[in-house]
């Protein structure tokens, strides 16, 4: 699964990318949450949590279905 997730998210980052910022894989637990790190601008943006819940979260669900809970941003 870890890496039909960081597949997924390569598919992700180019739109990441293209606002100066990037996306990591971190892990991903037992209860199907995936643990991402946010780099660059959108580390501190003010627009990360809705950009995690609303981009990231939705692809990887919509990419992998059920195997993806929810994804979260750690430091």
């Known amino acids: 699964m870890r890496e039909q997730i960081i597949a997924a998210l ?13 996306v990591e894989f971190v892990d991903y637990t037992e209860d199907k949450t995936v643990l991402v790190r946010l780099q660059g601008h959108c580390a ?20 992998l279905g059920d195997a993806v809970a929810s994804v979260e941003a750690v430091a």
């Open 10 to 22: 390569e598919q992700v980052r180019p739109f990441l990318q293209r606002d100066g910022g990037d």
């Open 44 to 63: 501190g943006c003010p627009y990360a949590q809705m950009t995690v819940k609303m981009g990231i979260e939705e692809y990887l669900k919509d990419s």
